[in-house]
């Protein structure tokens, strides 16, 4: 957490399961005073679902703190925290 903190952006890489694109980015929601957390993921599919999924856990409606960029379908404004992405939206 410590790398975080002191770090303008942070690289993570960990096994599948561990909860790298869903609990991670919560605890540094929680823990930060002004967040912007992006996670990419290697298909669509993938991050509208990792959306959806943590915008029930958080609450809220996707797109407002937590939302997705994938192609030409995105839902996030300047207020989201929380930004799923393809590689392409990078």
Same mark, same amino acid.
Not at 20 to 30: A, D, F, G, N, Y
Not at 77 to 90: A, I, S
């Given at each position: ?13 960990? +096994? ?8 991670? /980015?919560?605890?540094? @929601?929680?823990?930060? +005073?002004? /967040? ?5 993921? /290697?298909? &669509? ?10 915008t029930? +856990?958080? %609450?809220?409606?996707? %797109? +407002? ?5 994938? %192609? &030409?379908? /995105?839902?996030y ?5 929380? @930004? ?7």
């Open positions: 957490t410590n790398a975080i903190a002191t770090s303008s952006c942070t690289v993570l890489f960990a +096994e599948t399961g561990s909860g790298k694109s869903t609990r991670v /980015p919560q605890m540094i @929601l929680e823990m930060s +005073e002004n /967040p912007f957390v992006v996670v990419t993921q /290697p298909r &669509r599919v993938a991050a509208k679902t990792l959306a959806d999924r943590v029930s +856990e958080v %609450g809220g409606k996707v %797109g +407002e703190r937590v939302g997705y960029a994938i %192609g &030409r379908d /995105p839902k404004t300047n207020r989201t925290q929380l @930004l799923f992405v393809t590689f392409g939206w990078l």
